[in-house]
């Protein structure tokens, strides 16, 4: 069964992304410092934004007041059962508690709408603001992943130097 939008939360909703998100989301999607930690688009960001179908786009907007403020999804993770969860949000944003809003409203649907048994976020280990703010949602740390050489190459990271680049946290209980 799939989420129900849009979803209002405390000051921002969850919608689907629409065609005139392109310019807005690139501007997050191409923000070094926001994708710090992620890679970036393989497409220039001019092109990004003229290929962009919403429609084809995984996860969903992050909206305050008709402004696009970042993105959010659940995954099938690759476990049976998992969802993977995932948050973005612009640089604009930063400090207002949207991330933890958005993580709330996202595990309450996973568990809720989606009947995710786990929820799995991956995690760059120097992400400290994210894993303190996952683990206040009792995530805990479960190892080292290995990411794959496509991937660290996309980044321009030696393979030697990304295999601790990210850690998978999962919830401690399953259910509130």
Same mark, same amino acid.
């Given at each position: ?11 921002? /909703? ?32 001019? @092109? ?16 305050? $007041? ?6 959010? &999804? ?5 476990? @049976? ?26 595990? @309450? ?18 992400? @400290?603001?994210?894993? /303190? ?19 660290? $190459? &996309?980044?321009?990271? &030696? ?18």
């Amino acid at each position: 069964m799939p989420i129900l939008l849009p979803k209002k939360g405390e000051g921002f /909703a969850l919608r689907t992304f629409r065609r005139e998100d392109a310019e807005r989301l690139a501007e997050i999607e191409f923000d070094i410092e926001v994708k710090r930690y992620l890679a970036l688009p393989k497409k220039n960001k001019p @092109q990004w934004i003229r290929e962009f179908d919403p429609d084809l786009y995984n996860g969903w907007a992050v909206d305050i $007041g008709g402004v696009l403020a970042g993105r959010a &999804s659940i995954l099938r993770g690759k476990r @049976q059962g998992d969802g993977e969860l995932a948050v973005i949000i612009g640089r604009p944003f930063w400090g207002l508690r949207l991330g933890r809003k958005v993580v709330a409203m996202l595990i @309450q649907a996973a568990f809720d709408e989606l009947n995710a048994k786990a929820l799995v976020a991956k995690v760059h280990p120097e992400n @400290q603001a994210i894993i /303190a703010l996952l683990r206040a949602f009792k995530f805990r740390r479960r190892g080292i992943v290995v990411a794959t050489t496509e991937h660290c $190459g &996309s980044m321009g990271i &030696s393979s030697t130097a990304c295999r601790e680049m990210r850690i998978t946290l999962r919830p401690s209980r399953t259910r509130r």
